[in-house]
């Protein structure tokens, strides 16, 4: 409908103009991070490391980091807006429009993925200064990071639902999602660790989305590609289905 | 022809207990200017907060022009337009953006968007703001920008809750007539607020509400008919004592040397200075205490509170007649 989509432009065109307006605190924070990785881990470690899956280990690692620059972006500019909306109240400005809740949340959501993939373009760009590579499977690569931008953005919305302060934006990015992103084979190969860890390690599903990424663009993977997009179709239908469920319950929202 | 707000047995009880509404009924009639008054934590913004869909009723029903709030939601807020007590912008952004965004929440297009926002900005004098950040505007001009943004898809019925709290008088009066007009062009009203001239001087139909329910609903001017007394304040020079020995016309002298009394229905204020005269009392000047909507208003609350303290203490007397 003309009018829902009027609305998830708008939606969508604030968030946009809202990251793109500090962008010197959300488009270059992350590169300058993937920037000291690429020069420590890549350069200096990675001299040492010699090849890690067939290739040198700074061309490995190039797809993790990518990877991890647009979750945290994602997920970030979604938990850090919807709550910076909620806490000034200016959210209230879509609760009392006819916006339906699928639109807000696709609104807000558009606003992670635009950043993430901005973050995650720019990263790439700026890994070509340290290695050089071809894209193995350019479908892959779109699917995964698209689908990825989309899965952490939901997250990150699911999470500023649930705060009630500024620390709680904070808590699942340092307690859950850094750990889960470098145990999730960004910096190393699964096949490195004993048998039992590299069992526990499926359970990751951000190794998943990395090995899914790092296939798309050099070809290899510890895991099976198939079953890495089920799996984050999976947890895609999962978090949206929780969002859209807090939105009708208005969480944090409606009184 | 439908009403242009039709609330029956409205309830609100907040998760711990409290019972903000107690199954309230309130008829709002299109092209009405119509105040909705009562003291703080009355139930006023609870009543405003479920129309405008920021506050979940625990039941009753809502209807603006006709729609059912519980069947077709989005149609509702469609015909509102929701000016809250709070700032609630996002005060880094620009004036011009906040209301091409509100404007889009709404679904409109963007030729018509920028035609609203620009009658409304020059109406409310803030064209010339229109780049700037909110954060850069003052008190006054902050509250005219969320007439505007409630303005800006043309709504049949315009909810204004304290909207002229904290702006200076000159303002004050220049956002009344802007609203006047507004009015006048059809748009339906429902004010609350704490300045009771302010009632009087717009509103046609007044409900003031109290513990979460209605205690008077009627028109402005019956409401004043209802008055049996007014209270006025005079500057006087001479010595008082004879007069207030008197105690006629509930004279009393005020810390400030001035003189209050009250002049009920049927006596007239030639009676009060025939005893001015008698007692050689000078009047300076002499003023209304109040507003006469705000002394009648302040009466119905006293009286109702009242009401409630004596029902609460005849609770307590028969549980402890009970217990022993």
Redesign the interface.
């Known amino acids: 409908m003309?009018?829902?989509r009027?609305?998830f432009?708008?939606?969508a065109?604030?968030e946009i103009?809202?990251f793109l307006?500090i962008w010197q605190q959300t488009l270059i924070p992350p590169v300058m991070t993937m920037v000291l990785y690429f020069i420590i881990f890549g350069n200096l470690i990675g001299r040492r490391i010699g090849e890690m899956g067939g290739f040198d280990y700074m061309a490995f690692i190039v797809p993790g980091l990518i990877m991890m620059s647009v979750i945290t972006s994602a997920y970030g500019n979604v938990s850090s807006s919807f709550f910076?909306?909620k806490f000034?109240?200016?959210i209230?400005?879509?609760?009392?429009?006819?916006?339906?809740n699928y639109v807000m949340l696709a609104g807000f959501v558009a606003g992670g993925v635009v950043r993430g993939i901005m973050v995650g373009v720019l990263v790439t760009v700026v890994s070509l200064a340290f290695t050089s590579f071809t894209i193995s499977h350019v479908p892959v690569v779109v699917a995964v990071i698209l689908l990825t931008a989309i899965l952490f953005s939901v997250g990150g919305f699911i999470n500023a639902m649930y705060a009630t302060k500024f620390d709680d934006v904070a808590l699942v990015p340092t307690f859950v999602l850094t750990p889960l992103t470098y145990l999730g084979g960004v910096f190393y190969s699964i096949e490195l660790l004993p048998a039992f860890w590299q069992g526990v390690s499926q359970l990751n599903p951000i190794l998943h989305m990395v090995n899914a990424f790092r296939f798309g663009v050099l070809g290899v993977s510890d895991v099976n590609v198939v079953f890495a997009f089920v799996m984050i179709g999976v947890f895609l239908v999962v978090l949206v289905a929780w969002a859209l469920w807090l939105l009708d319950r208005?969480k944090g929202l409606?009184? | 022809m439908t009403h242009a707000l039709e609330i029956k047995d409205l309830r609100k009880t907040?998760?711990g207990g409290f019972e903000a509404l107690k199954g309230i009924d309130l008829t709002v009639e299109r092209g009405d200017f119509f105040a909705l008054l009562g003291p703080n934590g009355a139930g006023k913004s609870t009543t405003l907060?479920i129309i405008?869909?920021?506050?979940?009723k625990s039941s009753g029903t809502v209807r603006v022009c006709g729609i059912d709030q519980n069947k077709e939601?989005?149609?509702v807020?469609?015909m509102?337009g929701?000016v809250?007590q709070?700032f609630?912008?996002?005060?880094?952004?620009r004036v011009h953006?906040?209301l091409?965004?509100?404007?889009?929440?709404?679904?409109?297009?963007k030729t018509l968007a920028l035609k609203n926002i620009e009658k409304y900005l020059r109406q409310l004098e803030l064209w010339d703001k229109r780049f700037d950040q909110v954060r850069m505007l003052s008190g006054g001009m902050k509250r005219r920008l969320m007439i505007v943004?409630g303005l800006i898809h043309e709504p049949e019925l315009l909810i204004l809750d304290e909207p002229t709290a904290g702006v200076d008088i000159e303002i004050r009066r220049s956002m009344w007539r802007f609203l006047e007009r507004i009015n006048k062009a059809g748009v339906t009203i429902i004010l609350t607020t704490h300045y009771l001239e302010e009632a009087e001087s717009l509103c046609r139909n007044i409900a003031i509400i109290n513990h979460g329910e209605i205690i008077t609903n009627t028109t402005v001017k019956d409401l004043l008919r209802q008055m049996d007394r007014s209270t006025f304040v005079a500057d006087i020079q001479g010595d008082v004592t004879p007069l207030l020995a008197e105690t006629a016309f509930d004279m009393q002298l005020r810390d400030d040397g001035s003189l209050a009394f009250q002049v009920r229905r049927g006596d007239s204020l030639n009676q009060v200075f025939e005893l001015f005269n008698r007692h050689r009392v000078e009047v300076i000047s002499i003023r209304p205490r109040t507003n006469r909507l705000e002394e009648l208003f302040v009466d119905l609350v006293q009286e109702d509170q009242q009401k409630h303290a004596d029902k609460a203490a005849a609770v307590a007397s028969a549980a402890a007649g009970g217990a022993a």
């Open positions: 003309l009018q829902y009027i609305a432009m708008a939606i065109g604030k103009r809202r307006r910076g909306n000034q109240r200016s209230e400005e879509i609760l009392v429009a006819p916006v339906p208005g409606r009184s | 907040y998760e907060g405008s869909d920021l506050v979940r939601p989005e149609a807020k469609r509102l929701v809250p709070e609630n912008f996002n005060t880094f952004e953006d906040i091409v965004q509100q404007a889009g929440y709404y679904g409109m297009e943004r």
